[in-house]
């Protein structure tokens, strides 16, 4: 095959690549006949080109027979605001008895589905510090807890099914655990400041705060993360494939596992 007229912007090229693959492909062509014999033919084949008009991708994605919006006109809201919210988490989360002899300490980020009825559905969570199976559970007792006091997001001025992301906080209460709970929250500030830091492009004076953080909770994954990406942002790939793999030691499926791999190779 050979292009004899080209409208120009590599479309010659690309017919002349598709009429080759034929041949790759072994496409059998019926060739002409002549006094009942096959013979050589030389046969002009057009190739057309159209543009396709664009169609822009759905506004929601199908979860479990449901459509979940991901484009919104207005987001969830709990009844009250944000500080509404935290007040509510901090005075309806429960503590289990099995982590106060070991003053366990941290957080879950949970997705939870709120529909457009205000009902709500976790989606998923996230045990960034370890906590183990009694503190998730607390967390799906407190989801339902939730229903009916949110406002539903909206597209196209109809109340629509989203995703709304909520951090649950989990403290000891018990006085032998105070020296242990200032000790995070001191931990938490400091790690905010570290991220601040990173967010200024001053990641070496970030990653040596958050080494101090990590030596007071060394299995927080979230922090172990962030420190990470810090040392992915200085090129120290090692560092951070380190960090990587403890959350893969700790965590039965960390929430970026399709990235380690691809992160540890370098």
């Known amino acids: 095959p050979k292009i004899l007229k080209d409208i120009g912007d590599g479309c010659g090229e690309e ?4 009429l080759k ?19 050589n033919v030389q046969y002009t084949l057009p190739v057309k080109f159209q543009i396709k008009e ?4 759905p506004p929601y994605t199908i979860f479990q027979g449901d459509s979940i919006y991901l484009e919104l006109e207005t987001g969830v809201q709990f009844q009250g605001g944000d500080d509404a919210l935290n007040i509510f988490l901090a005075t309806e989360t ?27 559905q976790l989606l998923e969570s996230v045990d960034y510090s370890n906590l183990g199976t009694d503190f998730l559970f607390e967390v799906i007792k407190l989801v339902p807890k939730t229903a009916g006091k949110w406002t539903p997001a909206t597209y196209e001025g109809k109340q629509v099914a989203s995703i709304y992301p909520i951090r649950v906080e989990f403290r000891p209460t018990n006085p032998g655990c105070k020296a242990a709970v200032d000790e995070y929250e001191a931990a938490l500030i400091e790690v905010e400041n570290a991220i601040t830091l990173h967010d200024e492009g001053k990641s070496e004076e970030g990653i040596a705060i958050m080494d101090k953080a990590i030596a007071t909770a060394p299995t927080n994954t ?6 990470g990406v810090m040392n992915l942002n200085l090129k120290n790939n090692d ?9 893969r030691d700790i965590l039965t499926y960390p929430w970026y596992e399709k990235w380690i ?5 370098f």
């Open 94 to 120: 429960m503590y289990p008895d099995s982590g106060l002899d070991s003053c366990l300490i941290g957080s879950m980020k949970s997705e939870l589905i709120v529909k457009k009825d205000g009902s709500v």
């Open 261 to 265: 791999d691809v992160i540890c190779a």
């Open 21 to 39: 693959l034929m041949q790759e492909k072994n496409v059998i062509w019926k060739p002409g006949i002549k006094d009942s014999l096959a013979v």
């Open 54 to 57: 664009y169609t822009p991708p």
């Open 239 to 247: 560092l951070a494939c380190e960090d990587f793999q403890k959350i």
């Open 222 to 227: 979230e922090w172990l993360y962030f420190r």
């Open 15 to 18: 017919a002349l690549r598709a």
